[in-house]
C-alpha cells in the first residue's frame, strides 16, 4: 500500500508541477496577483508529494520489499543498511526520483525565501521551476517507473553493483545532483528576466547564492567521486578524464565563469547578455550530462541506463529547454544594455578573461567528450579520446587562468594600473619562483611538470593571501589583524576558495610528476621496496564479509627498519553478482600516501601485488575542501541574506515589447 501511495503522489506532484508552470506565468503576464500567488504554495505542495514517493521507494528498499522490481534488481537481504538505502539512488530509476526531489525543493526554497523578490520575477522563476519539474515528472512516470511491481516476487534480489557498495558513492551522487540541479534555478532566474525584460545589480545579487550553492555542491560531489575512485578502483589514479566525470566537470567550469560574470552585473552592470548565456549554458550542460549518463551512448561505471528511448526523450528535454531559452535569448539579448564602461586594464576585464578562459575550457572537454559519439555516428569510426589529448588541449588554459588570477583580483573596477596593482605582489611572485626553482633542483628528474605546478599553485595560493592582507587597509600589524576579523565573508571566502585553487594545482602537479609504482609477484614473507619504503608481504587469508567474500593481505610497511602501519589491502568477490572488487589499503599522511593493492595468486605461489607512492596526495582533497569551504563562507556573506533591498523601490517593471 506505501508503494502505490508513493506512485499516486508522484502523478499528483506532475498535476501540482503543471499548474506551477502555467498559472503563474500568465498571472505575472497580466499582473493577476492572485494567479502569480499560486506558486508559492504549488511548489512547497509538490516537494512534499515527491518527497513522499521518495520515502515510499525507501521504505521498500529498507524492508527488502521484492515484489517492487526495482528493489530485486538492485537489493539484497544481506546487504548493510547503508547500502540499502543507497541502492535507492543507486539506478536509474531511483536516482532520477532523487533529481526530481531537489529540483522540487530548490523550487520550494525559492518559494520560501524568495519574499524578497518583486512579485512577477518570482513567479516566473517558479513557473520556470515546475515546467522543468514537468519534464522530469514525464521522464520518470512514462520511461522510468521506479514503482513497477512483480507478479511474481522471487525470495531474493540481485544485489547492487558491487563497486557502489562503499560509503564514498553513498553520498557523491546526492552532492552531485544537489550542484547539478542547483543550476536549474540560475536557468529559471536567466529566462524569468529575459522574459520581464530586465537584468540589473538586484538581479544579479539574487542569481549569485543559487550559484555559488550549486557550484559548491557540485564541488564536494566531484570530490568524493574523485576520492572514490582513487581508493576504490585499485588503479592509484584520482581522474581519468571518463565521459561521465567530464560531464560533471563541465557544468562545474561554467558555473565558476557564472559566478564571476555575476559580480560584473553586480558591482557594474555590465556582461549582462553574456551572464544570462552562461546561466543558460550552465543548466544546459547538466542536462547534456544526464543524456551522457542515461542514455546508453557510453558504457561507464557510471552509467545509469542503456535504453535508448530514454535517450531520446532527454534530448528532447534538452532540445526544448535550451531551444526555447536560447531563441528567447536572441530575442531579448539586444535590450539588455550594458551601463558601465571599464578600460582593457581593470577588473571587469579580467573577469571577462576568467570567463573566456574557463568557458574555453569547457568547450574543449565538451569536444573531447563528444567527439567519439560524432565519429561513430557520422562515419562509423570508433574512435578514443584519452587523457593525453585533454591534458594537452585543457592544461594551457589552466596555466594561463592561474597566471592572471592574483593580479586580476588586485585590479580596481573600472580602470587601472598594472604596475600598481603589482606592487604588493611582487613578493609572492618572488617566493613562488623561489620554490619552484628549489623543488626543480631537489626533484631527481628534470620534469618540468611539479616545479611548474609549484610555482602556479604558490603565485594563486600567497596571491590570494596577499590580496586578503591588503584589504586590511594601511597601519600597524594588530591594526590590521583587527580589521581582518571584520572583512566581509564574501572576502575571506573568495581568499579560501582561491587558496584552495592553488593547493589543487599543486597536488595534481605532484601527483602526476613524482609519483612511483611497483608491480611484481611477491611470495608471502617476501619484501620489496617502494620509494624508499619497505613492504614485506606477512600473510594472505580468507574473510567472510556481510554479502561478500575477501581475500585479505598482511602488508608490513616500514622504512629504514622502523615499522610504520600494517595495511589489508582486499580482493572481494561478491556472490550474489560474481563480481570482483579491488579495496586498496592505503597509509595516508600530510607528503604522501602509501597504497597498496593485492591481486590474483600465482602458480608459483606468490601474489600479484601493486604499490604505489603518490606525494602530496591530500593536499588534492584539502584543496577540494578550501573551494567548497571558500563557497560556503561566501554564501554565509551578510550581503546575500539583504539582498531584499538590492533592487530599491521603484513601479513595477513593465516587459519588453
Not at 152 to 160: K, Q, S, T, V
Not at 393 to 399: I, S
Request: proline share 5%; with cysteine.
Amino acid at each position: 500500500m506505501i508503494v502505490e501511495l508513493g506512485h499516486f503522489a508522484l502523478v499528483l506532484a506532475l498535476a501540482v508541477a503543471v499548474v506551477q508552470s502555467t498559472l503563474p506565468l500568465v498571472g505575472a503576464q497580466k499582473r493577476w496577483s492572485g494567479w502569480m500567488a499560486v506558486a508559492e504554495p504549488a511548489a512547497v505542495i509538490q516537494l512534499l508529494l515527491i518527497a513522499l514517493a521518495f520515502g515510499a521507494l525507501t521504505y521498500a528498499f529498507v524492508t527488502s520489499d521484492f515484489s517492487l522490481r526495482l528493489v530485486v534488481l538492485n537489493s539484497h537481504t544481506d546487504k548493510p543498511m547503508l547500502y540499502k538505502v543507497s541502492g535507492v539512488w543507486g539506478n536509474h530509476e531511483g536516482s532520477l526520483l532523487l533529481w526530481v526531489l531537489i529540483l522540487a525543493l530548490f523550487g520550494a526554497c525559492a518559494a520560501v525565501f524568495g519574499g524578497n523578490l518583486p512579485p512577477t520575477l518570482r513567479a516566473r522563476v517558479l513557473a520556470v521551476q515546475g515546467a522543468i519539474g514537468v519534464a522530469f515528472l514525464k521522464f520518470l512516470l512514462f520511461t522510468s517507473n521506479p514503482f513497477l511491481r512483480l507478479a511474481e516476487p522471487p525470495f531474493n534480489g540481485d544485489d547492487l553493483n558491487p563497486l557502489l557498495q562503499d560509503p564514498g558513492l553513498a553520498f557523491h551522487p546526492p552532492f552531485l545532483y544537489l550542484g547539478y540541479v542547483g543550476l536549474s534555478m540560475a536557468f529559471s532566474f536567466a529566462v524569468a528576466a529575459l522574459i520581464e525584460g530586465r537584468v540589473d545589480a538586484a538581479w544579479a545579487r539574487w542569481v549569485r547564492p543559487w550559484t555559488l550553492a550549486a557550484w559548491i555542491f557540485l564541488t564536494i560531489g566531484i570530490a568524493l567521486g574523485s576520492w572514490w575512485a582513487y581508493y576504490e578502483l585499485g588503479w592509484g589514479g584520482f581522474w581519468f578524464w571518463d565521459p561521465v566525470e567530464n560531464a560533471s566537470f563541465m557544468p562545474w567550469l561554467i558555473a565558476a565563469a557564472l559566478l564571476h560574470s555575476a559580480i560584473v552585473v553586480e558591482k557594474r552592470e555590465s556582461l549582462k547578455a553574456w551572464t544570462i548565456l552562461l546561466a543558460i549554458l550552465a543548466f544546459g550542460f547538466s542536462l547534456i550530462g544526464t543524456f551522457i549518463v542515461r542514455s546508453g551512448v557510453i558504457t561507464s561505471v557510471h552509467a545509469f541506463a542503456n535504453d535508448p528511448e530514454r535517450g531520446v526523450f532527454i534530448l528532447l528535454i534538452l532540445g526544448v529547454f535550451m531551444g526555447g531559452a536560447l531563441t528567447l535569448f536572441a530575442a531579448r539579448a539586444g535590450a539588455m544594455e550594458a551601463k558601465g564602461v571599464f578600460s582593457m586594464i581593470s577588473r571587469e576585464s579580467a573577469l571577462v578573461a576568467n570567463n573566456l578562459l574557463l568557458a574555453v575550457a569547457c568547450f574543449v572537454v565538451f569536444v573531447g567528450t563528444i567527439w567519439p559519439l560524432v565519429a561513430e555516428l557520422l562515419w562509423d569510426r570508433k574512435l578514443s579520446v584519452g587523457a593525453p589529448f585533454f591534458d594537452a588541449a585543457f592544461t594551457p588554459f589552466m596555466v594561463a587562468l592561474a597566471v592572471l588570477l592574483p593580479l586580476g583580483a588586485m585590479l580596481p573596477w573600472k580602470r587601472a594600473q598594472a604596475g600598481r596593482a603589482m606592487r604588493p605582489l611582487w613578493g609572492a611572485l618572488a617566493l613562488a619562483l623561489a620554490l619552484g626553482a628549489l623543488v626543480f633542483t631537489l626533484q631527481t628528474g628534470r620534469s618540468v611538470l611539479v616545479p611548474l605546478g609549484a610555482v602556479l599553485g604558490a603565485w594563486v595560493l600567497l596571491g590570494a593571501l596577499v590580496d586578503l592582507w591588503t584589504r586590511a587597509g594601511r597601519g600597524g600589524i594588530g591594526a590590521k589583524l583587527a580589521r581582518l576579523t571584520r572583512l566581509p565573508r564574501a572576502d575571506w571566502g573568495k581568499a579560501t576558495a582561491h587558496a584552495g585553487l592553488g593547493a589543487t594545482i599543486f597536488a595534481v602537479a605532484a601527483m602526476n610528476g613524482w609519483a612511483s609504482e611497483v608491480i611484481k609477484v611477491v611470495q608471502i614473507g617476501e619484501s620489496f621496496d617502494l620509494a624508499g619504503y619497505q613492504v614485506q608481504l606477512s600473510k594472505v587469508e580468507e574473510v567472510q564479509g556481510p554479502n561478500y567474500l575477501s581475500t585479505t593481505a598482511s602488508m608490513l610497511l616500514s622504512k629504514d627498519g622502523a615499522e610504520i602501519a600494517v595495511l589489508h589491502p582486499e580482493k572481494r568477490v561478491y556472490p550474489v553478482q560474481a563480481m570482483p572488487t579491488t579495496e586498496a589499503a592505503l597509509d595516508q599522511g600530510m607528503w604522501r600516501d602509501i597504497y597498496l593493492v593485492i591481486g590474483d595468486p600465482q602458480q608459483n605461489g606468490g601474489w600479484a601485488v601493486r604499490g604505489y607512492y603518490k606525494p602530496f596526495a591530500n593536499w588534492l582533497w584539502i584543496g577540494s575542501g578550501l573551494m567548497a569551504l571558500g563557497g560556503l563562507l561566501s554564501l554565509t556573506d551578510r550581503r546575500y541574506r539583504v539582498a531584499a533591498g538590492a533592487r530599491r523601490a521603484t513601479p513595477a517593471p513593465v516587459p519588453a515589447e
